[in-house]
């Protein structure tokens, strides 16, 4: 497999503050650990691009992108909520971090890679469509999904979300889509305390207790994730790849190991495989244990590769 590894400096510069759990120390992790490991150099590594304004505006009204711009502060951090702050380089972060999953896209439809992995920052799965909160300013993985359905006509976009907190800003972006069906498992109940029970056709929730362990994890994504994939028959898949559901994140109370991530990460793959020509692209969201997150991200671009797991 030719997997694709997309970043960019930039997502470094995107900082709200000494004590904040998603500190640019993530990226760090992620790359020292692939580095360390080997994984890193069998990777075809690029440079992402700032997501245009058509681009964005697909699933952000213009009105609420240009009032984030003008909440970006000269100096210093700002808040927007309790836990999203922004500092005079966040949104070119966020522009950046969505136009990776662009060009993950990109590359998959034109035969350039198989399947890409965008290490790339602030995440994007909680940005719903007027309203940015829970670290996130953009929707990555949504300005992806419909950048697939514009450009090269998808059909059927499939976005898997296996972070910890369930990804109600892609619920909001995509309920009752026609094209995009979105499965997410989640710690329930927990943050972000909205849009935690589906009432759509198209959206696919897995809830699961505090304490989950990584057996269980894989029978309810089994149970429920691939009836619904297999009915779907995906041009893409899309991935939001949250790796806070391991059990040393301080952030929640699942309890996956990285191997749970590279089982997944496979899953997807064989669904991308039998439907879309192999075209997947990830992308980052949560993790914030740092040796925890170098681990999970490791297994799951190892998978990508068609490597084993290796404990």
């Known amino acids: 497999m030719i997997t694709s590894y997309i970043t ?35 990777t075809m590594q690029s440079e992402a691009k700032p997501a245009t304004a058509e681009q964005l505006a697909r699933v952000h009204p213009q009105r609420h992108l240009s009032s984030l711009d003008r909440c970006v502060p000269e100096e210093g951090i700002i808040l927007l909520d309790g836990d999203t702050l922004m500092n005079p380089a966040s949104m070119d972060a966020a522009r950046v971090a969505a136009g990776a999953v662009v060009r993950g896209v ?3 439809y034109r035969g350039q890679a198989d399947n890409v992995f965008c290490a790339v920052r602030p995440p994007g799965h909680h940005a ?5 909160m829970g670290f996130c300013f953009i929707n990555n993985i949504a300005v992806g999904a419909a950048h697939a359905i514009a450009r090269y006509g ?20 995509f309920k009752n889509h026609p094209n995009v069906l979105v499965c997410s498992s989640f710690q329930y109940p927990f943050y972000p305390w909205r849009y935690l029970r589906s ?7 897995t809830p ?27 041009d893409i898949v899309l991935v939001s790849a949250g790796f806070d559901a391991h059990r040393s994140d301080p952030m929640a109370d699942l309890c996956l190991e990285a191997a749970d991530y590279h089982w997944v990460t496979h899953l997807a793959m064989e669904i991308a495989a039998l439907y879309a020509d192999n075209r997947l692209v990830s992308v980052l969201e949560g993790g ?11 297994a799951h671009v190892s998978a990508l590769l068609g490597l084993p797991f290796k404990q």
């Open 288 to 298: 914030y244990d740092m040796e925890a997150l170098g681990l999970c991200a490791e």
């Open 208 to 234: 699961l207790p505090s304490g989950t362990d990584g057996p269980a994890f894989r029978r309810a994504v089994e149970d429920d994730w691939l009836p619904a994939l297999h009915a779907f028959k995906p």
């Open 154 to 173: 998808a059909e059927r976009v499939a976005i898997l979300d296996f972070d910890v907190h369930q990804c109600n800003g892609t619920v909001d972006i």
């Open 106 to 108: 990109d590359q998959v």
């Open 199 to 205: 009432q759509w056709h198209n959206i696919i929730d």
């Open 8 to 42: 960019h400096p930039l997502c470094h510069d995107h900082f709200m503050g000494p004590d904040h759990p998603e500190s640019p120390l993530r990226l760090d992790a992620i790359r020292a650990r692939l580095a360390l490991s080997g994984v890193l150099q069998q």
């Open 128 to 132: 719903e469509a007027t309203d940015a």
